[in-house]
């Protein structure tokens, strides 16, 4: 009796663990949904799943709890703990077999986003390239679009902007090809913020509100905010500071509603910035300081160069010339360590002169020395990217010539296809009414009786003549086609092979019965004579099987 009822207890724990799982993966699956529109509250809900997950559960659920988690804290900014939920799940995820390529991939991602905004660009490098080979292992062009995304981050992060581009336009292409919006709209905004980097405010414009429409559409509130942030950025660089201030607003509201720490303190930066050019020096140290204290809260490990430029100027201008130096110099550290040029120029420029104030001719020279050195580095990368800009703006050009050619072919294609469409369906009723009178005539004159599934009372009757009449019109949609079909499957009868050409054409079971002058069930049984001739399942697709012998054909 115990050992039955331990049986029983054992059988119902069964399911009910199924059950939970499944629960679990649904869960996990709107928490991949809802991080992209609010990633705080997705964080959250995450942390709250894994605590509940059993020491026991499969390990393909703990790598997918794992990645969410990952890929929720990636969007809300913390990329110290991405780094260190990635190493808590890489030993489970590489245990995997081949059907957890997809959460290598994720892992991968995060790895390399999470180490490029963390300044570790060898390790973001290594597993970035890792993503690539193992997305093009996959021929999975989903995957591999956002490998590229992941390689363009990373070296625009080391001011590679010509390499940058190449892996941007990549992930575009493959981005558009397969529909995925939301890598679409992210490389649209980060290469807008490439081409403000490069001083190419019209291009960054176009890129940003191309990037924030399909944003608006997912509706995506940490995206949505940082497209807004970067077209403040640019109206700022178009020195248009009121549409500046306007957006950075709306970014700032929106990205501290959804927990987007690291945008907020971009935000902050940014309304600094724009009140040292409005003349508001207090406000502007104001902002400053609120933007470093939540910065050392998002990644206390780096430096944001903006953050510290902006304080040191204006200690410059309250005045405070050695709280500025020692800032100054953090940011030639900082440009050392990233080989960054852009934000040593200015600052080995200021500590010049704030020697040459104090008399300290050996400082000033020596960071005269260095301000003409990072300046040559800056000139040469700023020249490289003119001739890759110069390059890609004469390729996209080319490119958007093809592609309206091709448009128009395609056009012009489906105009020819549809004209030959309804000049066979036009050729099969005028065939099919004079077989249909000669066959009663016949009948008449020698056979009183009826029998209605004779295939030669029918549309059987079509002669080699009348059929090789469809053919030849078939043939000018898919050329070669008849002979590939004849060869798959030698069996046909000239009535079902006519329904092949149909039903290859789109035609329906009721459209083909009316052109033949027959019922749909005759239709019915000539189908299931040709699924029988080639060997398909009953499940299998029959219309799909015969348009796959025409790509074969083409």
Known sequence: MATDQNNQKQSASVPCDRLFQQTIAVQLDQVG???EKNPKVARMLCQQIIQRLRPDAPPSLWAKAYMQLAHTLLYSGLMKSVVEVCRKSEPIIEKLD???????????AAFGAAYAFLGQIEKSLHYSQKLVDLAKGMENERELCRAYLNMGTVHSFIEDYPLALTFYSLALQLAEKNGEMVVEATTLHNMSILYLNMEHCQEALVFAERAHTIQTRLGSLPAIAQSLLTIASIYDRNQQYDCAM??????????????????VAHCLSLRGWLCLKLNQYKQALRWFRKACTLWKNVDPTTEYPHILEGMATAYMKFGKPRAAQKLFLRLVEYATQRNVPSAAVNSCYALHELAKSNGDVQAALYWFEQYHHWYARWMDRTQLDQVTRQIM????????????????????????????????????????????ASAASERNRTEPTFNPGNERRTCGQISSQDLSIIIEKFDYIHPGYINALRARVPSLTRTELLICVLLCLQFRTKEIAHLLKITPRTVF???????????LDPKANLTVFLCSIGSEAS
Do not use: D, F, P
Request: glycine content about 6%; charged content about 30%.
């Open 33 to 35: 949904r809802l991080r």
């Open 246 to 263: 306007s957006y950075v607003r709306k970014a700032h509201r929106i990205a501290h509603g959804c927990g987007e720490h690291r945008v």
């Open 393 to 436: 703006v004469e390729t996209m050009a080319r490119l958007s010539r093809e592609h309206e050619n091709y448009r128009t072919m395609l056009v012009e294609l489906g105009t020819l296809i549809e004209k030959q469409r309804q000049e066979i369906a036009r050729l099969t009723v005028e065939r099919i009414v004079h077989l249909h």
């Open 98 to 108: 081949s059907t957890g390529h997809h959460y290598r991939c994720m892992l991968y």
């Open 525 to 535: 049984h000539h189908r299931e004579n040709i699924r029988h001739k080639c060997g």
